[in-house]
Structure formats: structure tokens, C-alpha cells
């Protein structure tokens, strides 16, 4: 399996400067002046800059993260078997009728109950 540390590390950096971007932006944008909202307007294309260096980096990461994963379809086939098990000896049955249930002791009653039997009338 590849090493994927410095993808999501290149994820991190470009959200840092992405956020920083957008603080510098709001800090602007703050004080209120035409002055500084003329500032503020110049850095936007800065941060449309640095969100699309983020979504590429974004993409990237979850490519390799992707190519990185066992092969779904192997991992979840489970063979189809054709043979009939047959209970174990001494195994208790999973549905029994309510009188042979009312012939139980308390503490079988429990085990019946707790191992996932059922009473059928």
C-alpha cells in the first residue's frame, strides 16, 4: 500500500493557505473603505486561485486513496454452498411448540430464549 502522507500533507498546506487567503480578505472587507475593499476585490482572484490549487490537491488525495483499496468485489464474495448442514448432536431446536417450552425448567427456558429460539402455538 502506498504511502498517502504526502498527498493529504499537500491537502493540509493548500487549506492553510486558502484559509489565510480568506482572512486577509475578511480583514479587508472589515475596515470598510473603498480603499480597502478595492484590496479586497484584488485578492479574490487569489483565492479563486488557491481554492482551485485545493480542489486539485482535494482530488488527488481521494484518487490515490482510491487506488489504494482492496478490491470491494473480492472482499465481500462469499461462496455459495449447495449442501444442507445438518444440526449438531445434542444441538437444541430454534423453534419448538409452547407446551414442550412450558416443560422446560427455568434455566433451559433462558438458554432457549437467549440463544435465539423461538415458541410457535
Same mark, same amino acid.
Given at each position: 500500500?502506498?504511502? /498517502? ?9 493548500? =487549506? ?8 486577509? /480578505?475578511?480583514? /479587508?472587507?472589515?475596515?470598510? @473603505? =473603498? =480603499?480597502?475593499?478595492?484590496?479586497? +476585490?484584488?485578492?479574490?482572484?487569489? +483565492?479563486?486561485?488557491? +481554492? !482551485? *490549487? ?5 482530488? @488527488?488525495?481521494?484518487? %490515490?486513496? !482510491?487506488?489504494? %483499496?482492496?478490491?470491494?468485489?473480492? !472482499? ?7 449442501? *444442507? ?18 416443560? /422446560?425448567? +427455568?434455566?433451559?427456558?433462558? %438458554?432457549?430464549? !437467549? ?7
Amino acid at each position: 500500500m502506498a504511502d /498517502l502522507k504526502p498527498y493529504f500533507d499537500a491537502v493540509n498546506t493548500t =487549506e492553510v493557505e486558502v484559509q489565510r487567503i480568506a482572512s486577509e /480578505l475578511d480583514a /479587508l472587507f472589515i475596515q470598510d @473603505t =473603498e =480603499e480597502a475593499r478595492a484590496q479586497a +476585490l484584488a485578492k479574490k482572484a487569489e +483565492l479563486d486561485e488557491a +481554492l !482551485k *490549487k485545493h480542489d486539485e490537491a482535494v482530488s @488527488t488525495y481521494e484518487s %490515490r486513496q !482510491k487506488a489504494n %483499496r482492496p478490491n470491494e468485489v473480492a !472482499k465481500n464474495f462469499v461462496p455459495v454452498s449447495t449442501i *444442507k448442514t445438518e444440526p449438531a448432536e445434542g444441538s437444541q431446536p430454534t423453534v419448538i411448540k409452547r407446551v414442550d417450552y412450558n416443560q /422446560l425448567n +427455568l434455566v433451559d427456558r433462558d %438458554r432457549f430464549v !437467549k440463544s435465539g429460539g423461538s415458541i410457535e402455538d
